[in-house]
């Protein structure tokens, strides 16, 4: 069959290849310790898992749902923006629930390029903001994130013929998968940057709700004038454990929030209501429900970044995300350190590479493991790595 140019151009989705390689393994025998996607191990919370029970009980819910949310939805959404962020959305206009956040970066990048613009990428990056770039046949330009500047793009090193084809601006704060976060001062530079040049920013937000001590992430949203020039996406995968549920929102400019309805109503359909209901109850949960879950990431973090310090692979202490950002061991490149130790030691790490060039000499770490399991992996690294 002759497939489209789109389709051939597309590689295949990393995740989507090393689950079937984890299968392979464990069908051989082998206990494979995943530390590779960042798949939340936690349940999601009773409550939540209650009421999309009790919804599927309600023959009215399994008609088609409305294409953009239920209006319930909407105003919790709202709620919750405004006590987590101060920021007052309208719920109809500046809302989109979504099937996940993920649907959400590709069509919101088809709802603003045109084949020939240019989308500026901060590398490594989640993977969807290259592919959302080059499906509508835009070309991305990459801005290193190193740790020399914080894992914060250069917005004053873009040379002007670049800025001046350049129709969007892809951020992710707290970051996948170097962890850094953004503060105030970089996101007013990136709005103001925005609005001089006519830039869209996608702001993805996906770790919004895995922050550790006193930390806690910002919206772009807070900075006054952003809404003119951006939209962020959250999601309810990593936030409420609810990663299966598919359930995540667009928020933010309300052009192209209304666009992407657009898009999406030509596309799919809405989402399932008892799933809409599970994230109304999973909005609605008190602080202390992801106090609790957060205080176990972060002793998941302390083994892990304490861990790979004593084994030689550097890594820092996040305030937030899921993951942990380790140097590989001297000597191998990202993409062989992964393959050697999963042959090894059974341990499966993400590659840096996997998220763009400036990921060589990194791993990607994720936290979806108990500490126990986490202890066994660092265990099994120090042997194959003969680390006394
Ligand atoms: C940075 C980032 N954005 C978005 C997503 C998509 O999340 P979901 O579609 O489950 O909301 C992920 C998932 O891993 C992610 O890492």
């Excluded at 040379?159 to 350049?166: D, G, L, N, R």
């Excluded at 999601?235 to 657009?262: C, H, Q």
């Excluded at 879950?293 to 820092?316: F, H, K, T």
């Excluded at 950002?325 to 590659?351: C, E, I, N, R």
Aim: negative net charge; glycine residues 6%; proline residues 7%.
């Amino acid at each position: 069959m002759r497939l489209s140019k789109l389709i051939t151009s597309l590689p295949p989705y990393h995740f989507a290849n090393a689950k079937q390689k984890i299968l392979d393994r464990q069908a051989a025998g082998v206990d494979v310790i995943s530390l590779s996607m960042g798949d939340p191990d936690l349940p999601a919370p009773a409550a939540v898992v209650e009421r999309l029970c009790t919804a599927m009980q309600d023959m009215q819910n399994h008609r088609y749902p409305e294409y953009r949310g239920m209006r319930a939805l909407h105003e919790a959404i709202a709620d919750w923006f405004a006590q987590r962020f101060g920021v007052q959305l309208t719920p109809e206009q500046d809302i989109l629930p979504l099937l996940g956040s993920k649907e959400g970066l590709a069509y919101a990048a088809t709802s603003v390029l045109n084949a020939g613009d240019i989308a500026l990428v901060p590398d490594p990056y989640y993977p969807v903001y290259v592919s959302g770039t080059t499906t509508p046949g835009a070309e991305p330009y990459l801005l290193p994130l190193t740790a020399e500047n914080h894992y914060l793009p250069d917005l004053d090193s873009i040379p002007s013929e670049v800025i001046a084809q350049t129709r969007l601006l892809w951020l992710n704060y707290p970051n996948n998968p170097t962890a850094a976060c953004a503060d105030g001062d970089f996101f007013e530079r990136a709005v103001a940057f925005a609005r001089r040049h006519d830039i869209v920013i996608i702001h993805d937000m996906a770790y919004a709700e895995v922050y550790f001590d006193d930390f806690r992430p910002m919206s772009i949203l807070q900075i006054p004038g952003a809404r003119d020039v951006a939209v962020e996406l959250h999601s309810l995968s990593k936030t409420y454990n609810m990663a299966g549920f598919r359930i995540g929102m667009l928020v933010g400019n309300p052009e192209l929030v209304d666009a992407v309805g657009r898009l999406k109503s030509n596309i799919d359909s809405g989402i399932f209501r008892p799933v809409q209901y599970a994230a109304i109850e999973a909005l609605h949960l008190p602080p202390s429900w992801l106090a609790e879950r957060n205080a176990i990431y972060q002793r998941r973090r302390d083994i892990l970044v304490d861990g790979c310090n004593s084994l030689g692979m550097q890594a820092e202490k996040t305030r937030a995300g899921l993951y942990v950002w380790a140097h590989v061991p001297a000597g191998y490149t990202s993409k062989d350190f992964t393959d050697w130790l999963f042959d090894q030691a059974g341990v499966f790490l993400t590659p840096g590479t996997n998220f763009g060039a400036h990921g060589e000499g990194y791993v990607r770490i994720s936290m979806t493991e108990s500490e126990e399991r986490l202890r066994i992996a660092l265990q099994r690294m120090s042997t194959v790595l003969r680390v006394e």
